[in-house]
Nanobody
Framework: QVQLVESGGGSVQAGESLRLSCTAS????????AAWIRQAPGKDRETVAV????????YYADSGKGRFTISRDDAGDTVYLQMNSLTPADPAVYYC?????????????????WGQGTQVTVSS
């Protein structure tokens, strides 16, 4: 089992930046693929970014391309989401999720381990 803990959410003005962090612990073979997935009230979950823990292959949703960057630290324990130029369309609970397989997938249902989520609020 792998445990994921997010941090870094908060309230910012439109145009500002936030960096989310996700620290993983537990079985290292359970977190080959890591993702940031968000859910706004009344909306479906949206995978905003995905990274392969060992190959560093990445995926970005169109909503975050050019503004969001997913990365991990060298130790492989922490995954980050740098979010720049935040807009009023970005507020949501942002979840860190991990998939116990090296096969690259991006849909939320294919992730087995989830953190508790961190709230991001953007005011205009």
């Amino acid at each position: 089992q792998v445990q994921l803990v997010e941090s870094g959410g908060g309230s910012v003005q439109a145009g500002e930046s936030l960096r989310l962090s996700c620290t993983a612990s537990g079985r290292t073979d359970s977190r080959y693929i890591a993702a940031w997935i968000r859910q706004a009230p009344g909306k479906d979950r949206e995978t905003v970014a995905v990274i392969h823990w060992s190959s560093d292959k990445t995926y970005y949703a169109d909503s975050g391309k050019g503004r969001f960057t997913i990365s991990r630290d060298d130790a492989g324990d922490t995954v980050y989401l740098q979010m720049n130029s935040l807009t009023p369309a970005d507020p949501a609970v942002y979840y860190c999720a991990a998939r116990p397989s090296s096969i690259f997938r991006t849909t939320p249902d294919e992730f087995d381990h989830w953190g508790q989520g961190t709230q991001v609020t953007v005011s205009s």
